[in-house]
């Protein structure tokens, strides 16, 4: 079982913990009554995806003996105008560098991630359309699974 807990500090600000210790601090822009000193709830989740499906791939291509020397995803998410204002559609952009890295092994590790392992993955593409772009020095492509 997972546990938190998100602790009122002042005006929108909260400090949240996570039952691993952790603490992260919450806030809202100054023009939503915050004082802008953490990230946005939704933020966070976005960094959620960002996170369990990067922390896949690493794992598979560290087996698969992918050279790679830098990876990173960049997240972007649309969301519907009206409230609850959930995702509609969010981009990751998987960006890998490293000599002699093969798309093939890649892909698939995205994949992988994708279709079996990321929850954070399966629990927004509920609600919002998943675009899955693959970048390997410097060449991109949209993959569609």
Known sequence: M??????????????A???????????????NAGDDRGARPKELTLLSLGGCTG?????????????????????EADTSKEHPQVFTE??????????GVERESVDRAIQLSQERYCGVTHMLNKTAKLVIISEINGDRKELGF
């Open 2 to 15: 997972l546990t938190g807990k998100v602790t009122w500090v002042e005006n929108m600000a909260m400090v």
């Open 55 to 75: 922390m896949d791939v690493i794992s598979i291509m560290k087996k698969k003996r992918v050279p790679f020397k830098s990876f990173s995803i960049e997240l």
């Open 17 to 31: 913990k996570s039952g691993s210790g952790h603490e992260i601090t919450l806030d809202a822009a100054p023009d």
């Open 90 to 99: 969010i981009r990751l952009i998987y960006r890998t560098e490293g000599e």
